[in-house]
């Protein structure tokens, strides 16, 4: 099991979330501890002002709201009754036993998990202390727990190797399946908090897995300027569809400057993971005396691991980027090192000229994405490619070592005669 826990200003904020959810058939709440009333026949006016009363005991401490989610791993197929005693179980371990709280089972990932909504203040008006929860108190309450219930442990080599919690499971997003903001959501919701990126380039090589880009604009407008971002669909050759969504108007608030925060954070969480993501790529290019595309991205599949490729509009590779879908790692080639890098790959797998040959099996393993504003000017090829695409790069491919055809200048006639 694994517990996350967001701590917060608005507990409204939490419920309109979950309760959204519950509207979309996405969720049900399955617990209302310390509510008075059926739980069939309350209100979101009752279940908030019931949060309210206590918070306003205590209008001096604005970070009152708390989110949590617990985990399961996929395989596990928990009732709601087990989750049930799960949660409040949970609750009384991290000292929030008797504070009113609801629990919502969600329905929207590869994996079983539930939300729970709480506030931090009490009814003597006094507030929970919330200073490091997480490490002093919800881990060795959920490893407790998983003992308890006979949970998958969450550090154990099963939950590691098969990534436990599947929010990759999800769906791509696809224009007119349902509403765009709430599948966007729920890729965001899986992608942003989970993986680790250092730049907007490497979190958007993750997010075209399914189907929704992240949208700076132009360096030349505003929008770039305020360190905007909004997020739209795209479809399979990487055209955005609809209308775009700002990033504030989610829930989770994947803001430009929220996810910039997380850089210098995600550059050395993934340091770890370093080592293992070159082994698996060292390990296909080892296996193989001659490497094409279509094997090499294979290869990598089968260990959950993704090849972006970077090609310019001549067909050539420049650059690459890998992404660890078990450890939720993202690395550009030349992060890992130069022999990783696009130029490296390229040579590896062949030619410019061989490299239209290569690719001409490939055309059920890859997709021509068009590059996004304010990135740099690059097309991606990934799963699912488009043909039509494949055909116009291969009559643009021209080999390196093709001479330059000098045409002899033809001798200027007498205009006219010389008396």
Known sequence: MVARIKIGKSIRGILHYNESKVTEGEAKL????????EIETMTFGNKLKRFEHLTELKPTVETNALHISLNFHSDEQ????????????????????????????????GHQHIHIATTSIQRNGEAISLH????????PARKKIEKEFDLIVAESKKYKQEAGIKPADLEKAKYGRSSTKKQISNVLSAIVGNYKYTSIAELNAVLRQFNVTADRGQEDTQMFAKKGLVYSLIDKEGNKIGVPIKASAFYSKPTYRNIEKKFDKNLESRKPFKPAMIKKVN???????????????????KQNVELVLRIN???RIYGTTFIDHANKTVFNGSDLGKAYSGNAIAQLISSSDQLRTYLKPAISQATYLKPVSG??????????????????LLGKSQPDYMPRIRRKKKKKRNQGLTL
Do not use: C
């Open 30 to 37: 399955i617990l209302a501890s310390g509510f008075a009333g």
């Open 78 to 109: 928990i009732s709601s009754t087990k989750m049930q005693e799960i949660a409040i179980r949970y609750m009384e371990e991290i000292g929030f036993g008797e504070q009113p709280f609801l629990v919502y089972r969600h329905n929207d990932a």
């Open 132 to 139: 490091n929860i997480g490490r002093v108190l919800s881990e």
């Open 283 to 301: 390990g296909v290019i080892t296996k193989y005396e001659r490497l094409t595309i279509q094997t090499f991205k294979a290869e990598l599949n």
């Open 313 to 315: 509009d001549q067909g």
């Open 375 to 392: 990135e740099t000017n690059h097309t991606y090829l990934e799963p699912n490619t488009a043909t039509d695409f494949l055909n116009e």
